[in-house]
């Protein structure tokens, strides 16, 4: 079966949502400079209000890939303040898209450190532990930051426990972060995806072929959503609409590993 981290990567597009990413982050530079500009706060005021201006800038190009220039933001916010948290989070963001695995534990230790309540460090440190197969304390960290009543995104921490839970095996657990994830922000593609898929292996191709219907609803299809389409029809017994997919993945999808696994008849 095509693996999960796939469509994440496919589907998610901001990281201090992660998929790299905390629920995801770019891990190439990118070809061109975003037009941010440094603010007023950043060219005056105290030390840590500098930081906290090159920390948010930094953010702002790691969000677009741009991993070089927020590696630079992170070094200038840590100059200005050794003590600011968020500036090793950010460090630990890029760290973990350069595939600096050690470097970015330490970074992470850091800021959880400085800042042990703060739920953006807690989620980001969670999901970073998750994938290196830490799945406890990741969830730990997880679960810190949905309880606190200040963190303004919970959804984001709950999508990235439903991807903990998943390397744990615990579909049931998956689906429930998900469900949580996916009522506190509908528009989340990713979870729509992965309950379907949770679904389609539990065997109720009702409730999987639901998730996917709105999927579609609300995107184009791809290679990975009409080769999940497919089985679930195949094993539902609707043939026509088994079909369909197949139709729609060779026209569209030729050479797609998914295409490929058709032409196989490696459905699982």
């Known amino acids: 079966m095509i693996k999960k981290i796939c469509l994440v990567a496919l589907l998610l597009t901001g990281c201090s949502q992660m998929g790299v990413r905390p629920e995801g982050s770019g891990d190439t530079v990118a070809s061109t400079t975003p037009t941010f500009h440094p603010t007023e706060e950043s060219k005056t005021g105290t030390p840590r209000m500098r930081a906290q201006a090159h920390a948010e800038l930094g953010l702002k190009y790691f969000d677009q890939g741009n991993l070089a220039v927020a590696l630079e933001e992170a070094r200038i916010a840590q100059a200005f303040d050794a003590d600011y948290a968020p500036g090793y989070r950010l460090m630990a963001l890029v760290q973990m898209g350069l595939r600096e695995r050690p470097q970015a534990l330490t970074s992470f230790q850091t800021a959880e450190r400085l800042a042990p309540n703060d739920p953006d460090i807690n989620n980001d440190f969670g999901f970073f532990l998750c994938q290196e197969g830490r799945e406890t304390d990741g969830l730990q960290r997880l679960m810190t930051a949905i309880k606190n009543p200040l963190y303004r995104t919970p959804s984001r921490a709950w999508h990235n426990a439903g991807l903990c839970y998943l390397r744990l095996r615990d579909d049931k657990a998956a689906a429930d972060a998900f469900r949580q994830a996916l009522a506190m922000d509908p528009a989340n593609l990713a979870a729509m995806f992965l309950l379907s898929e949770i679904n389609y292996r539990a065997q109720d191709y009702f409730e999987a072929r639901r998730f996917l219907s709105e999927?579609?609803?609300?995107?184009?299809?791809?290679?990975?959503?009409?080769?999940?389409?497919?089985?679930?029809?195949?094993?539902?017994?609707?043939?026509?609409?088994?079909?369909s997919f197949a139709t729609q993945l060779r026209r569209n999808f030729a050479g797609s590993p998914q295409y490929q696994a058709l032409m196989q008849g490696k459905f699982e």
């Open 215 to 243: 999927l579609h609803r609300r995107m184009q299809p791809n290679a990975e959503t009409l080769w999940l389409g497919l089985r679930i029809e195949r094993k539902a017994g609707d043939r026509e609409a088994e079909a």
